[in-house]
Protein backbone atom coordinates (compact mmCIF):
# COMPACT_ATOMS: atom_id res chain seq x y z
CA UNK A 1 0.00 0.00 0.00
CA UNK A 2 1.67 3.23 -0.93
CA UNK A 3 -0.26 5.86 1.42
CA UNK A 4 -0.80 5.14 5.14
CA UNK A 5 -4.82 4.73 5.94
CA UNK A 6 -7.10 7.70 5.33
CA UNK A 7 -8.39 9.43 8.80
CA UNK A 8 -11.88 10.04 9.12
CA UNK A 9 -11.32 13.89 9.73
CA UNK A 10 -9.21 16.05 7.83
CA UNK A 11 -8.07 17.80 11.00
CA UNK A 12 -4.39 16.13 11.20
CA UNK A 13 -4.59 16.09 15.33
CA UNK A 14 -5.72 12.55 16.40
CA UNK A 15 -2.84 11.32 19.14
CA UNK A 16 0.71 12.70 19.75
CA UNK A 17 3.35 10.52 19.29
CA UNK A 18 6.93 11.71 20.77
CA UNK A 19 9.72 10.67 19.59
CA UNK A 20 13.00 12.23 17.59
CA UNK A 21 12.64 11.66 13.89
CA UNK A 22 14.56 9.08 12.15
CA UNK A 23 16.64 11.17 9.70
CA UNK A 24 16.72 14.59 11.95
CA UNK A 25 15.34 17.32 10.59
CA UNK A 26 13.70 20.45 12.42
CA UNK A 27 9.88 19.89 12.57
CA UNK A 28 7.32 16.94 12.10
CA UNK A 29 3.63 16.24 12.63
CA UNK A 30 3.24 13.78 15.22
CA UNK A 31 0.19 12.80 13.49
CA UNK A 32 -1.66 13.06 10.24
CA UNK A 33 -3.48 11.51 7.89
CA UNK A 34 -2.37 11.76 4.05
CA UNK A 35 -5.99 12.29 2.91
CA UNK A 36 -5.53 14.80 0.24
CA UNK A 37 -6.37 18.19 1.30
CA UNK A 38 -9.68 19.82 -0.29
CA UNK A 39 -8.41 22.46 -3.35
CA UNK A 40 -10.10 25.62 -2.50
CA UNK A 41 -10.76 28.53 -4.86
CA UNK A 42 -8.86 31.54 -3.39
CA UNK A 43 -10.33 34.16 -5.82
CA UNK A 44 -8.04 37.41 -5.28
CA UNK A 45 -9.31 40.61 -6.49
CA UNK A 46 -8.53 41.38 -9.77
CA UNK A 47 -4.73 42.84 -9.96
CA UNK A 48 -3.94 46.63 -9.88
CA UNK A 49 -2.82 47.99 -12.72
CA UNK A 50 0.26 50.32 -11.91
CA UNK A 51 -0.78 53.66 -13.20
CA UNK A 52 1.67 55.28 -15.99
CA UNK A 53 2.53 59.05 -16.13
CA UNK A 54 4.08 59.94 -19.73
CA UNK A 55 5.84 63.27 -19.07
CA UNK A 56 6.75 65.22 -22.08
CA UNK A 57 9.41 68.02 -22.08
CA UNK A 58 7.00 70.68 -22.76
CA UNK A 59 6.08 70.04 -19.51
CA UNK A 60 9.62 71.55 -18.18
CA UNK A 61 9.66 74.02 -20.10
CA UNK A 62 9.17 77.93 -18.70
CA UNK A 63 5.56 78.90 -18.56
CA UNK A 64 4.48 81.02 -21.34
CA UNK A 65 4.20 84.73 -22.01
CA UNK A 66 0.59 85.67 -21.93
CA UNK A 67 0.86 86.50 -25.41
CA UNK A 68 2.52 83.74 -26.77
CA UNK A 69 -0.20 80.99 -28.40
CA UNK A 70 -0.42 77.68 -26.27
CA UNK A 71 0.52 75.08 -27.84
CA UNK A 72 -1.15 71.26 -27.52
CA UNK A 73 1.64 68.10 -27.00
CA UNK A 74 0.01 65.23 -28.00
CA UNK A 75 1.82 62.34 -26.08
CA UNK A 76 1.34 58.75 -27.28
CA UNK A 77 0.88 55.98 -24.48
CA UNK A 78 3.01 52.93 -25.30
CA UNK A 79 0.34 49.80 -26.64
CA UNK A 80 -0.74 47.67 -23.54
CA UNK A 81 1.74 44.98 -25.37
CA UNK A 82 4.67 46.62 -24.77
CA UNK A 83 3.80 47.91 -21.32
CA UNK A 84 3.33 43.80 -20.63
CA UNK A 85 6.43 42.61 -22.37
CA UNK A 86 8.36 45.27 -19.90
CA UNK A 87 6.99 43.83 -17.17
CA UNK A 88 7.54 40.39 -17.42
CA UNK A 89 11.48 41.00 -17.76
CA UNK A 90 10.89 42.97 -14.15
CA UNK A 91 12.06 40.93 -11.26
CA UNK A 92 9.47 41.06 -8.89
CA UNK A 93 10.60 44.11 -6.38
CA UNK A 94 9.61 44.11 -2.74
CA UNK A 95 6.90 46.98 -2.70
CA UNK A 96 5.34 47.25 0.79
CA UNK A 97 1.74 48.63 0.60
CA UNK A 98 0.95 51.17 2.71
CA UNK A 99 -1.31 49.87 5.61
CA UNK A 100 -4.55 51.17 5.36
CA UNK A 101 -4.96 51.95 9.25
CA UNK A 102 -3.60 55.56 10.89
CA UNK A 103 -1.61 55.63 13.65
CA UNK A 104 -3.78 57.41 15.44
CA UNK A 105 -6.56 55.07 15.32
CA UNK A 106 -4.63 52.19 16.82
CA UNK A 107 -3.64 51.71 20.51
CA UNK A 108 0.34 51.80 21.48
CA UNK A 109 1.69 49.12 19.91
CA UNK A 110 2.61 47.27 23.18
CA UNK A 111 -1.06 47.83 24.71
CA UNK A 112 -2.85 44.40 25.48
CA UNK A 113 -6.39 44.11 23.72
CA UNK A 114 -9.39 42.53 24.90
CA UNK A 115 -10.85 41.68 21.60
CA UNK A 116 -8.55 43.14 18.87
CA UNK A 117 -11.18 42.01 15.95
CA UNK A 118 -14.32 43.83 17.55
CA UNK A 119 -11.93 46.69 18.19
CA UNK A 120 -11.16 47.34 14.63
CA UNK A 121 -14.34 46.26 13.25
CA UNK A 122 -15.38 49.51 15.08
CA UNK A 123 -13.01 51.81 13.24
CA UNK A 124 -12.36 53.71 16.09
CA UNK A 125 -10.62 57.04 15.51
CA UNK A 126 -9.01 59.17 18.14
CA UNK A 127 -8.00 58.28 21.69
CA UNK A 128 -9.44 55.15 23.02
CA UNK A 129 -12.43 55.88 25.43
CA UNK A 130 -12.29 55.50 29.28
CA UNK A 131 -13.73 51.79 29.49
CA UNK A 132 -11.20 50.43 26.62
CA UNK A 133 -8.11 51.80 28.08
CA UNK A 134 -9.39 50.62 31.74
CA UNK A 135 -10.05 47.23 29.71
CA UNK A 136 -7.19 47.12 28.33
CA UNK A 137 -5.26 48.11 31.84
CA UNK A 138 -6.70 44.67 33.43
CA UNK A 139 -5.61 42.80 30.60
CA UNK A 140 -1.93 43.67 31.04
CA UNK A 141 -0.86 41.14 33.76
CA UNK A 142 -2.65 38.07 31.76
CA UNK A 143 -0.91 39.39 28.58
CA UNK A 144 2.59 40.12 30.64
CA UNK A 145 2.74 36.70 31.92
CA UNK A 146 1.47 34.07 29.04
CA UNK A 147 4.60 33.72 28.39
CA UNK A 148 5.53 32.19 31.95
CA UNK A 149 2.62 29.62 31.45
CA UNK A 150 5.18 27.35 29.68
CA UNK A 151 8.78 27.20 31.12
CA UNK A 152 11.80 27.01 28.86
CA UNK A 153 15.13 25.73 29.03
CA UNK A 154 16.70 28.47 26.84
CA UNK A 155 19.58 30.30 27.43
CA UNK A 156 18.08 33.09 25.13
CA UNK A 157 21.37 32.61 23.13
CA UNK A 158 20.96 34.68 19.45
CA UNK A 159 18.90 34.25 17.05
CA UNK A 160 15.88 34.27 19.79
CA UNK A 161 13.21 31.94 18.59
CA UNK A 162 9.31 32.44 19.81
CA UNK A 163 7.20 28.60 19.87
CA UNK A 164 4.10 28.64 19.06
CA UNK A 165 0.72 26.19 18.87
CA UNK A 166 -2.86 27.00 18.41
CA UNK A 167 -5.40 24.90 19.74
CA UNK A 168 -8.99 24.36 21.88
CA UNK A 169 -10.39 23.86 24.72
CA UNK A 170 -11.04 20.03 23.99
CA UNK A 171 -7.27 19.30 22.84
CA UNK A 172 -5.74 20.81 25.79
CA UNK A 173 -4.77 17.26 26.69
CA UNK A 174 -2.13 17.06 23.63
CA UNK A 175 -1.35 20.78 23.81
CA UNK A 176 0.17 19.85 27.62
CA UNK A 177 2.38 17.02 25.98
CA UNK A 178 3.54 19.52 23.91
CA UNK A 179 4.22 22.08 26.98
CA UNK A 180 6.20 18.81 28.53
CA UNK A 181 8.39 17.60 25.76
CA UNK A 182 9.90 20.17 23.31
CA UNK A 183 8.46 23.75 23.29
CA UNK A 184 10.49 24.32 26.31
CA UNK A 185 14.01 24.04 24.61
CA UNK A 186 12.45 27.22 22.51
CA UNK A 187 13.46 30.72 23.92
CA UNK A 188 9.54 31.41 24.26
CA UNK A 189 6.91 29.36 24.17
CA UNK A 190 2.79 30.36 23.84
CA UNK A 191 -0.07 28.28 23.53
CA UNK A 192 -2.98 30.14 22.08
CA UNK A 193 -6.71 28.45 22.65
CA UNK A 194 -10.58 29.53 22.74
CA UNK A 195 -10.46 29.17 26.76
CA UNK A 196 -7.84 30.05 29.42
CA UNK A 197 -5.95 27.36 31.19
CA UNK A 198 -2.90 26.60 33.31
CA UNK A 199 -0.54 26.70 29.90
CA UNK A 200 -2.79 28.63 27.67
CA UNK A 201 -4.41 31.47 26.86
CA UNK A 202 -7.37 32.56 25.39
CA UNK A 203 -7.20 34.88 22.19
CA UNK A 204 -11.08 35.52 20.67
CA UNK A 205 -11.24 35.55 17.31
CA UNK A 206 -14.01 36.40 14.27
CA UNK A 207 -16.55 33.35 13.75
CA UNK A 208 -17.36 30.27 15.25
CA UNK A 209 -14.70 28.00 17.08
CA UNK A 210 -14.06 25.05 14.20
CA UNK A 211 -11.95 23.58 11.66
CA UNK A 212 -13.75 25.75 8.72
CA UNK A 213 -13.05 28.75 10.45
CA UNK A 214 -8.99 28.48 10.97
CA UNK A 215 -8.13 31.75 8.94
CA UNK A 216 -9.98 33.68 11.49
CA UNK A 217 -8.80 32.11 14.12
CA UNK A 218 -4.62 32.46 12.42
CA UNK A 219 -5.56 36.01 12.01
CA UNK A 220 -6.20 36.38 15.73
CA UNK A 221 -3.43 34.58 16.74
CA UNK A 222 -0.59 36.18 14.80
CA UNK A 223 -2.35 39.79 15.78
CA UNK A 224 -2.27 38.80 19.63
CA UNK A 225 1.66 38.02 18.99
CA UNK A 226 2.43 40.82 16.95
CA UNK A 227 1.12 43.36 19.11
CA UNK A 228 2.77 41.94 22.30
CA UNK A 229 5.03 39.69 21.30
CA UNK A 230 6.95 41.58 18.48
CA UNK A 231 10.21 43.31 19.95
CA UNK A 232 11.24 40.31 22.06
CA UNK A 233 11.78 37.29 18.95
CA UNK A 234 13.49 37.33 16.12
CA UNK A 235 11.48 34.29 14.62
CA UNK A 236 8.11 33.37 15.07
CA UNK A 237 7.24 29.95 14.12
CA UNK A 238 3.30 28.56 14.20
CA UNK A 239 1.43 25.05 13.98
CA UNK A 240 -1.04 22.65 15.38
CA UNK A 241 -0.97 21.37 18.89
CA UNK A 242 0.26 18.04 16.87
CA UNK A 243 3.56 19.05 15.80
CA UNK A 244 6.98 18.41 17.23
CA UNK A 245 9.67 20.79 16.71
CA UNK A 246 13.61 20.29 17.03
CA UNK A 247 14.24 23.33 18.33
CA UNK A 248 18.14 22.83 18.78
CA UNK A 249 17.94 21.91 14.71
CA UNK A 250 16.23 24.86 13.53
CA UNK A 251 17.76 27.51 15.69
CA UNK A 252 21.10 26.63 14.20
CA UNK A 253 19.45 26.44 10.82
CA UNK A 254 18.33 29.84 11.45
CA UNK A 255 21.78 31.17 12.63
CA UNK A 256 23.63 29.90 9.27
CA UNK A 257 24.75 32.61 6.62
CA UNK A 258 21.58 31.50 4.49
CA UNK A 259 19.29 32.83 6.74
CA UNK A 260 21.34 35.38 8.72
CA UNK A 261 22.15 37.19 6.33
CA UNK A 262 18.96 38.40 4.59
CA UNK A 263 17.81 38.67 8.13
CA UNK A 264 20.30 41.37 8.58
CA UNK A 265 19.46 42.90 5.84
CA UNK A 266 15.56 43.13 7.21
CA UNK A 267 14.33 40.69 4.10
CA UNK A 268 10.83 39.57 4.92
CA UNK A 269 11.75 35.50 5.78
CA UNK A 270 8.52 32.92 5.15
CA UNK A 271 9.89 29.81 6.19
CA UNK A 272 8.64 26.54 5.83
CA UNK A 273 7.82 23.22 3.63
CA UNK A 274 6.80 24.59 0.19
CA UNK A 275 3.71 23.29 -1.40
CA UNK A 276 2.28 23.96 -5.19
CA UNK A 277 -1.55 24.15 -4.73
CA UNK A 278 -2.60 21.66 -7.11
CA UNK A 279 0.68 21.76 -8.80
CA UNK A 280 0.78 25.43 -9.53
CA UNK A 281 4.13 27.53 -9.48
CA UNK A 282 2.36 30.23 -9.20
CA UNK A 283 0.32 29.09 -5.92
CA UNK A 284 3.35 28.52 -3.88
CA UNK A 285 2.24 28.26 0.01
CA UNK A 286 4.20 26.99 2.74
CA UNK A 287 2.62 23.57 4.99
CA UNK A 288 0.51 24.63 7.56
CA UNK A 289 0.92 21.19 9.20
CA UNK A 290 4.54 20.90 8.98
CA UNK A 291 4.76 24.60 10.72
CA UNK A 292 6.38 28.06 9.34
CA UNK A 293 8.50 30.73 10.31
CA UNK A 294 8.68 34.47 10.04
CA UNK A 295 11.05 36.81 10.78
CA UNK A 296 9.86 40.43 12.31
CA UNK A 297 9.79 41.90 9.01
CA UNK A 298 7.22 39.65 7.31
CA UNK A 299 5.39 39.49 10.83
CA UNK A 300 5.16 43.49 10.35
CA UNK A 301 4.23 42.86 6.79
CA UNK A 302 1.85 39.93 7.43
CA UNK A 303 0.09 42.02 10.01
CA UNK A 304 -0.24 45.59 8.07
CA UNK A 305 -1.97 43.45 5.54
CA UNK A 306 -4.65 41.28 7.66
CA UNK A 307 -7.30 44.21 6.79
CA UNK A 308 -6.48 44.68 3.12
CA UNK A 309 -9.17 43.38 0.36
CA UNK A 310 -6.77 40.90 -0.87
CA UNK A 311 -6.40 39.31 2.75
CA UNK A 312 -10.27 38.48 2.80
CA UNK A 313 -10.03 39.52 5.95
CA UNK A 314 -13.95 38.24 6.91
CA UNK A 315 -13.09 34.49 4.73
CA UNK A 316 -14.63 32.08 6.56
CA UNK A 317 -12.20 28.95 5.43
CA UNK A 318 -9.94 26.22 6.90
CA UNK A 319 -7.02 27.15 4.30
CA UNK A 320 -4.95 29.60 6.27
CA UNK A 321 -1.62 28.30 5.19
CA UNK A 322 -2.85 29.32 1.60
CA UNK A 323 -4.22 32.51 2.99
CA UNK A 324 -0.79 33.64 5.02
CA UNK A 325 1.43 32.82 1.34
CA UNK A 326 -1.67 34.87 -0.65
CA UNK A 327 -1.44 37.88 2.07
CA UNK A 328 2.49 37.69 2.13
CA UNK A 329 2.77 37.89 -1.71
CA UNK A 330 0.12 40.68 -2.58
CA UNK A 331 1.12 42.57 0.19
CA UNK A 332 4.99 42.55 -1.45
CA UNK A 333 3.88 43.09 -5.21
CA UNK A 334 5.11 39.15 -5.45
CA UNK A 335 8.16 39.86 -3.44
CA UNK A 336 7.96 37.31 -0.55
CA UNK A 337 7.22 34.11 -1.22
CA UNK A 338 8.07 30.92 0.56
CA UNK A 339 12.06 29.91 1.00
CA UNK A 340 13.48 27.24 -0.28
CA UNK A 341 14.47 25.72 3.06
CA UNK A 342 16.00 22.20 1.79
CA UNK A 343 19.78 21.52 2.31
CA UNK A 344 22.29 21.37 -0.05
CA UNK A 345 20.96 17.86 -0.95
CA UNK A 346 17.69 18.33 -1.45
CA UNK A 347 16.39 17.09 1.48
CA UNK A 348 13.92 18.91 3.30
CA UNK A 349 13.56 20.55 7.06
CA UNK A 350 10.02 20.81 7.66
CA UNK A 351 7.95 17.85 7.36
CA UNK A 352 3.67 17.83 7.29
CA UNK A 353 3.59 13.37 8.12
CA UNK A 354 5.13 11.37 10.87
CA UNK A 355 8.67 9.82 10.61
CA UNK A 356 7.69 6.30 9.53
CA UNK A 357 5.10 8.14 7.03
CA UNK A 358 8.13 9.79 4.91
CA UNK A 359 10.63 7.24 5.29
CA UNK A 360 8.34 4.60 4.20
CA UNK A 361 6.51 6.87 1.65
CA UNK A 362 7.05 5.53 -2.37
CA UNK A 363 4.50 7.38 -4.93
CA UNK A 364 2.42 5.04 -6.59
CA UNK A 365 3.45 3.77 -10.04
CA UNK A 366 0.87 6.49 -11.87
CA UNK A 367 1.90 9.22 -9.69
CA UNK A 368 -1.48 10.20 -8.67
CA UNK A 369 -1.25 11.31 -5.24
CA UNK A 370 -2.03 14.60 -4.18
CA UNK A 371 1.53 14.30 -2.22
CA UNK A 372 3.39 14.18 -5.55
CA UNK A 373 1.19 17.05 -7.33
CA UNK A 374 2.15 19.69 -4.36
CA UNK A 375 5.81 18.47 -3.17
CA UNK A 376 8.87 19.77 -5.00
CA UNK A 377 11.47 17.72 -5.67
CA UNK A 378 10.52 14.45 -3.94
CA UNK A 379 12.71 12.15 -2.54
CA UNK A 380 12.51 8.91 -0.81
CA UNK A 381 13.42 6.87 1.80
CA UNK A 382 16.75 8.25 3.79
CA UNK A 383 16.93 10.76 1.41
CA UNK A 384 13.32 12.50 2.86
CA UNK A 385 14.71 14.05 5.11
CA UNK A 386 17.38 16.72 6.71
CA UNK A 387 19.64 15.38 9.55
CA UNK A 388 19.87 19.12 10.53
Known sequence: QNTPPRGENRR???????????????????????????????????????????????????????????RVVV????????????????????QIRKSGRKAEDMPPFAAPRVDPWAFRSRRATGELGREECEAHRRAVPVHAKALNLVRVESSRESPALLCIIYTYHKHHDFAKVATETWLPRCDGALVLSDANDTFAVAVPHEGPEEYQNIWQKTRANWRYVSEHYFDDFDYFIIGG????????????????????????RDEPLFLGRRFKQNGNWDRLFNSGGAGYVLNRPALKLLYDSFD?????????GFWEDVMVATCLKRASNGAVLPRDTRDPDGRERFHPFTPGQHLTYHPPPNGQDWYVKYSIDLKEGTDCCSPG
Open 12 to 70: VASALVVGMMVGGGIVMMATGSREAPPSPVVEPPGRERPSVAVISDQAKAPLLAPEEPA
Open 75 to 94: VERPRREERREDRAEERPRL
Open 241 to 264: EDLFVIASNLKSYLASDEISGPNA
Open 308 to 316: RPFCQPHLR
